[in-house]
């Protein structure tokens, strides 16, 4: 049986419009009464129609994310984790929109404006217009990022980003610090026309590398229609080179985890033959003791949901853009040249 506004009420020993107030404008009630009324709504099974709320407070208590990854991805996923996990609190929906060329992120910059259907705009490893921000703007919508390249120079209302240049010079200066001097850069090359923020990893290594004098091999791991990396072929472009080198970074785990597997199934041991080193610290690579780059997409998305919601509120942020440094992380699959 589902119980009254008034039951509610009652039972928590507060005033019907605190109740309603708890749900409606949770900015006007203490944390502690509102966690009160929350206790005893739960409890009782009472709950407040979304439509009733969306159409008192005049907003759609939706956010939209935009994402070019599979959900299915370890960023990804972690992203979507570290959003719900605020904004579910606090009565807001995640939408999950994916986007991946330039025509279908304009369609969505076009097309939002005119629904109304969401109170703030979360950008996802990749950029946008500043024509695109502009028609935000225009209805009120704030549109943060997450890993997103260069949004304070975009017109980003703001962001929260890995230090992709510090991550990939500390991995690059790991490696030559090691002895390495012969090695190799695995990057993705998509077929698609977004700018992606990991594009800035590669630079960031080579960078580093040719301040040691050293040239690193640049070699391209093809992505299929699915998302998956065709690690076999990385496979076949390492064997086709004059030389092995001693070592091999990766744009990220995604590409590393399974080539560590590809490089043994083919007699070469990690690290006696080569080190590797990967980006991200995600699934497995402690259970294989991958060395890499440790980020936190959970906690990168759990500020940029709580800068939304004081956006959408009008609260000021205490930090608008936020820059994150990554961490080394050293396991047993770099060690120095064996050769």
Request: a negative charge; hydrophobic letters at 40%.
């Amino acid at each position: 049986m589902t119980s009254s506004i008034q039951d509610v009420a009652q039972a928590a020993g507060v005033s019907i419009s605190t109740v309603s107030r708890s749900f409606t404008r949770p900015d006007l009630v203490s944390s502690t009464t509102r966690k009160r009324v929350l206790e005893v709504a739960n409890q009782l099974n009472f709950s407040v129609s979304r439509s009733a709320v969306a159409l008192k407070s005049g907003k759609s208590l939706r956010i939209a994310v935009l994402m070019s990854g599979h959900i299915r991805l370890w960023f990804t996923a972690s992203v979507l984790e570290g959003l719900n996990d605020v904004l579910h609190a606090e009565g807001y929906d995640v939408s999950v929109f994916p986007v991946s060329s330039i025509e279908e992120r304009k369609e969505f910059f076009e097309m939002l404006p005119v629904r109304r259907n969401a109170d703030a705009v979360i950008v996802v490893s990749f950029d946008i217009d500043q024509q695109e921000i502009q028609q935000l703007a225009t209805v009120g919508v704030p549109i943060i990022g997450i890993n997103s390249p260069n949004a304070q120079e975009r017109g980003f209302s703001a962001s929260v980003s890995i230090n992709d240049v510090q991550g990939s010079s500390i991995a690059a200066k790991h490696l030559l610090t090691l002895g390495h001097r012969s090695i190799a850069y695995i990057s993705t090359d998509r077929e698609v026309s977004l700018s992606f923020s990991v594009g800035g990893r590669l630079q960031a290594f080579t960078a580093a590398c040719k301040q040691a004098q050293v040239e690193p091999q640049i070699l391209v791991c093809k992505v299929d229609a699915n998302g998956h990396y065709q690690i076999g072929d990385v496979i076949t472009q390492l064997m086709s080179l004059p030389q092995m080198p001693t070592a091999i970074a990766c744009q990220e785990d995604g590409i590393a985890v399974p080539l560590l597997f590809q490089l043994e199934r083919n007699g070469l041991s990690v690290p006696h033959d080569v080190s590797l080193i990967g980006y991200d610290d995600s699934f497995y690579t402690d259970d294989i003791s991958l060395t890499t780059i440790r980020q936190d997409p959970v906690g990168m998305a759990q500020q940029a949901a709580r800068i939304a919601l004081d956006l959408i509120e009008g609260r000021t942020p205490e930090q608008l853009f936020i820059t994150c440094d990554a961490q080394l992380v050293v396991r047993s699959s770099t060690s120095r040249p064996m050769r």
